[in-house]
């Protein structure tokens, strides 16, 4: 079995996120992620990003011409050039200050 | 009014549900309905083809979440392809762009879907849920636009199951 290569070179993968997430900013105020499998085994990119409380609402949606996802998705190629399916989860800089999660921290 | 648009509907309903602290139940709820509304939207739409109006509910049953996955996978793979080429502007772009919208939706919100119902691990908001929801209404309103559109009704075709050479 081939071992996908975000999972392989782990310190590349996170270079890329982070470039990604200087390009995005002020738009994005941060990326976080996990590397894992999908609920069907795939393996997979869980990118949770952390907007800024004054962001579109449909900023995120995929159609939207320059929506994030978009954006991250033709920037870093997660399935590409990586081999992880990437999945989106979408919080507010005040929802996380809430919340206050370690993982989207 | 049809199901799927019922349980879009009902999606939005439970996520405003307990202004203004919203029970994680209802918030997951929510996430699991507007997944079952877009899955049921597709479902329908592949049904409606078959002429035995009795049969539909039974074909419906063919479907499997594992399958539509990878048959929205496909969609998106040859999206990107094609906009990788940098096409110029064109309705056969326009309706790719659409179909693109649907299946990339259908595939986040099949995995927030089994995030919702199996993993408590982490909190939903309800700004989050809220935001799902309209993605997934965006995805109907994108497929509205395409249904008839020969790409559209290939890709219903494509959501039962594994294509053989």
Same mark, same amino acid.
């Given at each position: 079995?081939?071992?996908?290569?975000? /999972?392989?070179?782990?310190?590349?993968?996170?270079?890329?996120?982070?470039?990604?997430?200087?390009?995005?900013?002020?738009?994005?105020?941060?990326?976080?992620?996990?590397?894992?499998?999908?609920?069907?085994? *795939?393996?997979?990119?869980?990118?949770?990003?952390?907007?800024? *409380?004054?962001?579109?609402?449909?900023?995120?949606?995929?159609?939207?011409?320059?929506?994030? +996802?978009?954006?991250?998705?033709?920037?870093?190629?997660?399935? #590409?050039?990586?081999?992880?399916?990437?999945?989106?989860? /979408?919080?507010?800089? $005040?929802?996380?200050?809430?919340?206050?999660?370690?993982?989207?921290? | 009014?049809?199901?799927?648009? *019922?349980?879009?509907?009902?999606?939005?309903?439970?996520?405003?549900?307990?202004?203004?602290?919203?029970?994680?139940? !209802?918030? @997951? @709820?929510?996430? +699991?309905?507007?997944?079952?509304?877009?899955?049921?939207?597709?479902?329908?739409?592949?049904?409606?083809?078959?002429?035995?109006?009795?049969?539909?509910?039974?074909?419906?049953?063919?479907?499997?979440?594992?399958?539509?996955?990878?048959? +929205?996978?496909?969609?998106?793979?040859?999206?990107?392809?094609?906009?990788?080429?940098?096409?110029?502007?064109?309705?056969?772009?326009?309706?790719?762009?659409?179909?693109?919208?649907?299946?990339?939706? /259908?595939?986040?919100?099949?995995?927030?879907?089994? #995030?919702?119902?199996?993993?408590? +691990? #982490?909190?939903?908001?309800? #700004?989050?849920?809220?935001?799902?929801? *309209?993605?997934?209404?965006?995805?109907?309103?994108?497929?509205?636009?395409?249904?008839?559109?020969?790409? !559209?009704?290939?890709?219903?075709? $494509?959501?039962?199951?594994?294509? @053989?050479?």
């Amino acid at each position: 079995m081939v071992v996908p290569k975000a /999972f392989a070179q782990q310190g590349q993968f996170a270079a890329a996120v982070a470039e990604v997430e200087q390009q995005l900013q002020p738009r994005v105020v941060r990326i976080r992620y996990t590397l894992g499998e999908d609920w069907t085994g *795939d393996p997979a990119v869980f990118f949770r990003i952390t907007l800024p *409380d004054d962001a579109p609402r449909t900023d995120h949606l995929f159609g939207t011409a320059d929506g994030i +996802s978009t954006a991250i998705e033709q920037r870093i190629e997660p399935l #590409e050039q990586w081999g992880v399916l990437p999945y989106f989860r /979408f919080r507010r800089q $005040s929802e996380q200050a809430r919340l206050n999660e370690p993982a989207w921290a | 009014m049809a199901l799927p648009d *019922d349980l879009l509907q009902l999606a939005r309903h439970l996520a405003n549900l307990d202004e203004p602290n919203p029970r994680q139940a !209802a918030l @997951r @709820r929510a996430v +699991s309905t507007a997944y079952y509304a877009l899955f049921h939207l597709l479902v329908s739409e592949a049904t409606l083809n078959w002429g035995r109006i009795e049969l539909r509910p039974l074909l419906g049953r063919v479907f499997e979440h594992g399958n539509m996955k990878t048959a +929205s996978e496909r969609i998106v793979s040859v999206f990107k392809a094609q906009m990788k080429k940098g096409p110029a502007p064109s309705q056969e772009l326009a309706v790719s762009q659409r179909l693109h919208v649907v299946a990339s939706t /259908f595939i986040q919100a099949q995995q927030r879907r089994n #995030e919702a119902d199996y993993d408590t +691990s #982490e909190d939903w908001t309800r #700004e989050e849920v809220l935001e799902q929801i *309209d993605g997934v209404s965006a995805a109907f309103s994108n497929w509205n636009a395409i249904r008839d559109e020969p790409v !559209a009704q290939a890709y219903l075709v $494509s959501l039962l199951g594994r294509r @053989r050479v």
